[in-house]
């Protein structure tokens, strides 16, 4: 089993900044990959960024490219989305995940093993 906890979240203005943190427990951290989903009221939950387990590569989807940065300490056993720019429809639940078959280019909710509860990220026009 692996515990996660998020936590960072909150209410920012459009343009402002956030970082995200994710607290790891329970198994070798460095043996996930990881990732970051979210999800808007009324949506499915989608994928936000991934990283493997080394740290490099990582991945983004489109909408958050140039503006949000996942990175991970697998000695505080802890991964970080750092989100810059933020946008009133960046708004939603933000989880992170830990898959442990995954690479930095798993994509699907499906593939990861363990989530995190979310945190609410708002951001205001």
């Known amino acids: 089993q692996v515990q996660l906890v998020e936590s960072g979240g909150g209410l920012v203005q459009a343009g402002g900044s956030l970082r995200l943190s994710c607290a790891a427990s329970?198994?070798?951290?460095?043996?996930?990959?990881m990732g970051w989903f979210r999800q808007a009221p009324g949506k499915q939950r989608a994928f936000v960024a991934s990283i493997s387990r080394s740290g490099q590569p990582t991945y983004y989807t489109n909408s958050v490219k140039g503006r949000f940065t996942i990175s991970r300490d697998n000695v505080k056993n802890t991964v970080y989305l750092q989100m810059n720019s933020l946008k009133p429809e960046d708004t939603a639940v933000y989880y992170c995940?830990?898959?442990?078959?995954?690479?930095?280019?798993?994509?699907?909710?499906?593939?990861?093993?363990?989530w995190g509860q979310g945190t609410q990220v708002t951001v205001s026009s």
């Open positions: 329970g198994r070798i951290f460095s043996n996930y990959a």
């Open positions: 995940a830990a898959s442990e078959g995954g690479s930095a280019y798993t994509f699907g909710p499906h593939d990861y093993d363990y």
